[in-house]
Nanobody
Framework: QVQLVESGGGLVQPGGSLRLSCTAS???????MAWYRQPPGKQRELVARLNSNGFTNYLDSVKGRFIIFRDNAGDTVSLQMNSLEPEDTAVYYC?????????WGPGTQVTVSS
């Protein structure tokens, strides 16, 4: 089964940027890849999804600010986050889905605060 590891989280000021990366133990070209987040005291929510055919969809509140993309080697999916807001504070999780089986990374903390 594929193993996922996130990196790139941290503390950033409002208006700043971060890039999260998710490195997989195998090629993810045939997976539906996604980033989820869980804000403090709230449920986990889908932030961005990248289908194997390249189509993307985003949570309304991050449209125009976040971009999900995959590297050419096919083992890393990233989330570029711009114009960050305090409401973006959460643990961010990488998710891979194939044949109705899901895999999760352990998560990385993103804190947006001045």
């Amino acid at each position: 089964q594929v193993q996922l590891v996130e990196s790139g989280g941290g503390l950033v000021q409002p208006g700043g940027s971060l890039r999260l990366s998710c490195t997989a133990s195998e090629s993810i070209l045939t997976y539906i890849m996604a980033w989820y987040r869980q804000p403090p005291g709230k449920q986990r929510e889908l932030v961005a999804r990248l289908n194997s055919n390249g189509f993307t969809n985003y949570l309304d509140s991050v449209k125009g600010r976040f971009i999900i993309f995959r590297d050419n080697a096919g083992d890393t999916v990233s989330l570029q986050m711009n114009s960050l807001e305090p409401e973006d504070t959460a643990v961010y999780y990488c998710n891979a889905n194939r044949y109705r089986t899901e895999y999760w990374g352990p998560g990385t903390q993103v804190t947006v605060s001045s």
